[in-house]
């Protein structure tokens, strides 16, 4: 009588959670539940529009973040380590392989003198389309040299120690997961390189594998069926849809649903820091509304954030608000706005 076999299949999410789970204790399962979205996503990359940076970091040295970065490693496609690489360096790696990026202490890659030319890969690599563009080649005999793009689009997770030092405009492009050093009580396996990273390169296979076999199903999924997330900013839940999408094919309803409390839970909330402008219009509208007033002098409105009349000045008039005379019910002439002058600005930006 023949035998039958039974394939079993191979399920990616819960693999890569089990075998993160080995070397890292974390203090919160959203951690693992995003991790090992992202690594499914280094394999998908192709098949996304936008892309999360994973911002590991902790208050303190010795909270498993290094580990975590190494483990994580093990299995993302192509990964590279660029925490002592130039930003030339790291666009044209990017744009010819376009791997997953893990770059360690970033909290002293931002400390002291900004190194803006790597904040501007940064900035730009999280949606497809991002580049850079550089001067190349030598000086022709007018003058000029020849501009060439670099892309700087792929997937990132950025390491450290949270310094304060991580410039708004990177972190509101990260889903943060703040690790905590383990319980003396805790205890995980050892992490021996040579036993790790055979056991790490047969579960990249059928990783890749998974990955190679479901793009189609990836790229079917109309992402207007992925529903907003709660108290997350669009520019959060832009980075969020892809992670959801996989969790959708990967594990169906169920697996998309942890997906959603998950990411909820660690991007709810995190709303980019508000611009001076945008603080001035703020602060505009409070003061006229409080007060019940169509019309609030400059000096006031200096006065309650903290600048100087002609500070002010500069911070509106971006936003085509210019300060004129206005008279008060007692007859009293100071420099000032209006209540209409905010109207579209509001509208647009509060």
């Not at 191979?10 to 991790?35: G, M, Q, T, Y």
């Not at 280094?42 to 590991?56: G, K, L, S």
């Not at 793009?149 to 708004?168: H, Y």
């Not at 004129?324 to 002058?341: A, C, M, N, Q, W």
Request: charged letters at 25%; a neutral charge; glycine letters at 6%.
């Amino acid at each position: 009588m023949a035998q039958t076999t039974t394939t079993i299949e191979f399920k990616p999410l819960e693999e890569i959670d089990k075998f993160l789970r080995r070397f890292v204790i974390f203090s919160d399962d959203a951690h693992a539940e995003v991790i090992a979205l992202w690594v499914l996503h280094t394999w998908a990359f192709d098949a996304a529009y936008a892309t999360p940076y994973i911002y590991v970091h902790s208050a303190e040295p010795q909270s498993g973040k290094t580990r975590t970065m190494e483990v994580t490693q093990l299995l993302a496609r192509e990964s590279i380590s660029a925490g002592n690489i130039s930003a030339a360096g790291l666009f044209s790696v990017i744009g010819s392989s376009a791997p997953a990026v893990f770059i360690d202490e970033v909290d002293a890659v931002f400390t002291g003198a900004a190194n803006e030319e790597l904040r501007g890969v940064l900035n730009s690599g999280y949606k497809q389309g991002g580049n850079v563009m550089r001067f190349v080649g030598k000086l022709s005999e007018d003058g000029t040299r020849e501009v060439a793009s670099f892309s700087t689009f792929c997937p990132k997770m950025l390491v450290g120690i949270d310094n304060g030092a991580m410039p708004d405009t990177i972190r509101d492009r990260c889903i943060p997961l703040q690790l905590k050093r383990k319980k003396t009580s805790q205890e995980v396996e050892r992490y021996l390189p040579r036993i790790v990273e055979p056991q790490a390169e047969e579960l990249r296979r059928k990783i890749e594998a998974w990955a190679t076999k479901n793009i189609e199903r990836i790229l079917s999924v109309d992402p207007n069926t992925i529903k907003a997330l709660e108290g997350v900013s669009d520019r959060a839940f832009e980075i969020a849809e892809p992670l959801l999408i996989l969790a959708r094919v990967a594990g169906g309803k169920q697996a998309e649903n942890r997906a959603r409390k998950a990411l909820t839970s660690l991007l709810a909330g995190q709303a980019p820091k508000l611009s001076p402008g945008i603080q001035a219009l703020q602060a505009a509208k409070e003061l006229l509304d409080e007060a019940k007033m169509d019309r609030l002098s400059s000096a006031i409105l200096a006065a309650h954030l903290g600048v100087s009349p002609k500070k002010l000045g500069v911070l509106l008039q971006p936003y085509g608000i210019t300060p004129s005379t206005i008279r008060f019910p007692s007859g009293e002439k100071v420099k000032g706005y209006y209540r209409r002058d905010f109207q579209d600005a509001w509208e647009r930006y509060l």
